[in-house]
């Protein structure tokens, strides 16, 4: 079962990171935590159960797939570190 994930095993940890990422920024902003924390779990629910049916769909196209979630985990880890650092 675990086979079908295994290439798509890098967006798995980096989209993890940026979740981490992402929740700084909440926190940085002002967010309520615990709000954040409950859309937070809710997010990954969805995320979770759209990922699982999506892999059987998706298994032909995960070379694209790795390619543009990879980078859009990227410019958005890059967009949230810099609204961080100046202070928005």
Known sequence: MLEQYLPFVGLIIFG???????SSQGVIAGANPVKLAIFSLIAVAF??????????????????????????????????????????
Do not use: K, S
């Open 16 to 22: 993890n990171i940026e979740n981490l990422v992402l």
């Open 47 to 88: 995320w979770l159960t759209l990922g699982t049916v999506g892999t059987q769909i998706a298994r032909p196209y995960v070379c694209f797939i790795d390619f543009f979630g990879g980078l859009v985990i990227f410019i958005l880890g890059f967009q949230a570190m810099y609204e961080a650092v100046r202070g928005e």
